[in-house]
């Protein structure tokens, strides 16, 4: 087998070598593609030897360095590991956090099949589970498509030790089979009955051996939470899971005790007082926390005042206490379908700090000022104490913005004045934004619901009327004001980051759009994408759009790199609006004070201590969003499992080689509808237009497309939902072939040519 190194050596020894990709490179070196699989794992080699590294867009470039002394012949890597369904995994390299390197986006992945990471067959595991830090050699050899694949060869580091599962009994003793198919063998645990445990409880488990080649996994039942579907039972079992923090330590309650019996809504210090002020807020009508409220005037030239009063949590959590401690190592507080976990406890987050009506608050005020047509001039900030006058749920508020006249007599005037002039400033402000390039995905949030008893009833789809956009325009406004003031002071702050996607995704992308009908550039960018947004909403296809643009993108993370919000076209952001519930709010509002205070040496995070922060931040924000997701699924295959055969319509939300992922649409459930449930035929999968052919009648299955579907079967050990297609009723004449069910497509109008 040729030796790849040397050439590799002496082209990037070249004084011309610039950076390129490995694709590129390969032709250049003239390799043949029956040697691609050797060839990258010798780039790869090279890059864990320290003597290229990775660059954007896939690149690769010679290092700095010198190169190490000793390259080891096999190239081995350190990662982490993600275990699919079928018992096979992924594994994802670690990334240097050097600034000029890109992570790739780990946004939930429809196949489990992240782009560019390397396949591990399952005998190839050596009993990795997912999220385990190992460390694999790459193997000379590859998947049909190129993709690279590799063998773990050390486990470096468990991600966890403690799991949940089913509890059973067998041959008198007692087993647990593990949620979420995390390995696809029953954890024997000892003599039956340990804990109390009955079959089928759920129970959580310490590890005590790892499962390993030759040597089974052996655990010890350290909790039974109930009897499996027992309400609240699933609840338990993903705070369990994902390890989230429950309850909070004496430590922490009596601090924030001690925060309490301080307060004294009489004693404002040098606090604003805007307690005689016309201020409300707008909030879901379940709330429990209210973390902003807003004021607002308009001057008699048109220019416009805007007041964004949120809560002082820093008066309450002082660094370095308890509550800080407790509040860092949240990082978020986490919002389950029956039930929140919050950052900070009860008395601060729903009490103290919350911005209840017609009680005096603590707050930290940005003061806007726009002109008529909302372009922002000057922004003050302060400390302040506020009442707010009036509480609103969200569905409350545009039917009176619609018809105020019915309302006369029942709401204060100052009150209606104020609704209607927040719903005139705020569109215009909505609209210089998407002039200025922010993108607007519209897609729906699922919602479960619950009986009487607690049990679940179905679930919807929820989406944003105009009384949402209010808030959320009030709140970016905000964000982005004070991410400028600290910009401007030269201040290093914890940022909301979003990079821009790589080129590679946005040129498929862009092939998607044209796949779909519409008159696109091949290389979909910003402006781009949002003119097709644009185009396509209110269609048929607008979901479909909205889905694969979201796909594209990375994920938003809180970092001090100053690389601005892809999406929201802002080149500083930051996220001041949520201090009752996101620790990086917080930290904001800390600065704040040193702006407001203007002490001649402050206190100031340095920018490897805010890296630090910004990557736990990052980490529990997302384990919050995998547990809220994973319950819901729970919640829905529990409800679906006495339902085998019962048939609705769907969208494909996802289209893959081994099948259709698609969402209901009477109850928004996701389900598989794999190959061997499609019609009896072959079938061609094409990437770049997201559709899956029959050879022979030609059947076309589109992302986005609506079928008929009926449940086929659910795993609730391993978290399946599978569909089976209803044939359609032809009734018309008869046509060549089956085609899959899709409605009229809308006319969609070409982009004008340039003259």
């Given amino acids: 087998m040729p030796d790849y190194l040397p050439p590799l050596r002496a082209y990037f020894a070249h004084p011309e070598a610039v950076a390129v990709r490995v694709k590129d490179l390969q032709k250049l070196l003239k390799v043949k593609q029956s040697q691609a699989a050797p060839f990258k794992a010798a780039v790869e080699q090279l890059v864990v030897a320290g003597e290229l590294r990775r660059g954007k867009n896939g690149t690769v470039y010679k290092a700095d360095r010198a190169p190490a002394p000793q390259v080891e012949q096999v190239a081995t890597m350190e990662g982490t590991i993600k275990r699919t ?43 990795a ?18 993709q690279l694949c590799g063998a773990v060869v050390e486990i470096v580091k468990r991600k966890r030790t403690t799991f949940v599962g089913v509890y059973y009994e067998q041959h008198k003793r007692g087993f ?33 051996r790892f499962p390993s080649p030759g040597e089974p996994a052996e655990g010890v039942i350290t909790q039974v939470l109930g009897a499996r579907g027992a309400p609240g039972v699933d609840c338990l079992s993903i705070i369990h899971e994902f390890d989230l923090p429950d309850e909070f330590p004496e430590a922490v309650l009596e601090d924030a005790r001690q925060q309490a019996s301080q307060f004294n809504e009489h004693e404002l210090g040098d606090r604003v007082d805007l307690t005689r002020e016309t201020i409300v807020t707008i909030d879901p009508v379940d709330a429990r926390d209210f973390d902003d409220a807003i004021s607002l005037e308009q001057h008699p030239d048109g220019s416009w005042r805007l007041g964004v009063h949120i809560a002082d949590v820093a008066h309450f959590v002082q660094p370095g206490s308890p509550l800080d401690r407790e509040a860092i190592n949240r990082g978020n507080s986490v919002y389950l379908p029956d039930r929140v976990l919050p950052m900070l406890p009860e008395i601060l987050s729903n009490a103290l700090s919350s911005l209840q009506q017609d009680h005096v608050r603590f707050t930290k005020s940005a003061f806007i000022e726009f002109t008529a047509d909302g372009i922002p001039t000057h922004c003050d ?67 479960i619901d619950f009986n009487t008893e607690g049990r679940v009833a179905g679930a919807h789809t929820t989406s944003h009327d105009q009384s949402h956009e209010i808030i959320e325009e009030f709140m970016l406004a905000a964000n982005i004001a004070v991410a400028q003031q600290l910009t401007l002071k ?266």
């Fill in 85 to 127: 369904a079928s018992g096979a995994g992924y594994f994802r390299p670690v990334v240097s956090a050097e600034p000029d390197i890109t992570v790739e986006d780990d946004a939930e992945i429809a196949n489990d099949e992240p782009a560019e990471a390397i396949y591990i067959a399952a005998n190839h595991l050596n009993g």
């Fill in 129 to 146: 589970l997912t999220g385990d830090t190992v460390r694999i050699e790459v193997l000379q050899r590859q998947r049909p498509g190129g």
């Fill in 176 to 208: 647990v089979t593990l949620d979420g198919a995390v390995v696809d063998y029953p954890i024997p645990v000892g003599d039956p009955g340990a804990k109390g445990a009955r079959p089928n409880d759920k129970v959580v488990i310490e590890m005590l």
């Fill in 381 to 447: 900030l302060e400390n302040t104490a506020i009442k707010v006058t009036r509480r609103f749920a969200y569905e409350e508020v545009m039917p009176i913005i619609a018809d105020p006249d019915a309302y006369r007599g029942k709401i204060d005037a100052r009150v209606l004045t104020l609704l209607d002039k927040m719903h005139t400033l705020a569109m215009i402000l909505r609209k210089r934004r998407f002039d200025r390039g922010a993108l607007n995905l519209n897609l729906p949030e699922v919602k």
């Fill in 490 to 755: 030269g201040y290093p702050y914890l940022s909301r980051t979003h990079a821009a996607p790589d080129e590679k995704k946005l040129r498929a992308l862009g092939d998607f759009f044209q796949s779909m009908g519409i008159d696109a550039k091949p290389w979909a960018g910003r402006e781009e994408i949002q003119r097709v947004l644009s185009t396509v909403q209110g269609t048929d296809v607008e979901f479909a759009i909205s889905y694969a643009t979201l796909r594209s993108l990375k994920q938003a993370e809180y970092s001090p790199a100053t690389i601005g919000h892809f999406a929201l076209s802002e080149p500083q952001y930051c996220h001041f609006t949520s201090p009752i519930r996101r620790y990086p709010d917080l930290t904001i509002h800390r600065l704040i004070d040193v702006l407001i205070q203007r002490t001649r040496k402050p206190k100031i995070p340095s920018e490897a201590d805010l890296a630090r922060l910004g990557e736990q931040c990052s980490m529990t924000e997302r384990r919050a969003e995998s547990a809220e997701r994973e319950l819901k699924k729970v919640k829905l295959l529990l409800f679906l499992s006495d339902k085998i055969g019962w048939k609705q319509e769907a969208m494909i939300t996802g289209v893959e080689r081994f099948g259709l992922f698609c969402m209901g649409i009477e109850l928004p459930a996701e389900g598989l509808i794999h190959v061997k449930r499609l019609p009896d035929d072959g079938y061609d999968y094409d990437q770049k237009s997201h559709t899956l052919t029959a050879r022979r009648s030609g059947a076309v299955y589109r992302l986005g497309d609506r079928v008929q579907v009926e449940v086929a079967a659910i795993d609730l050990h391993k978290r399946l939902l599978e569909y089976k297609l209803v044939p359609q009723q032809n009734t018309g004449p008869k046509t060549k072939g089956h085609r899959a069910y899709r409605p009229p497509r809308p006319s969609i109008p070409k982009k004008p040519r340039r003259r």
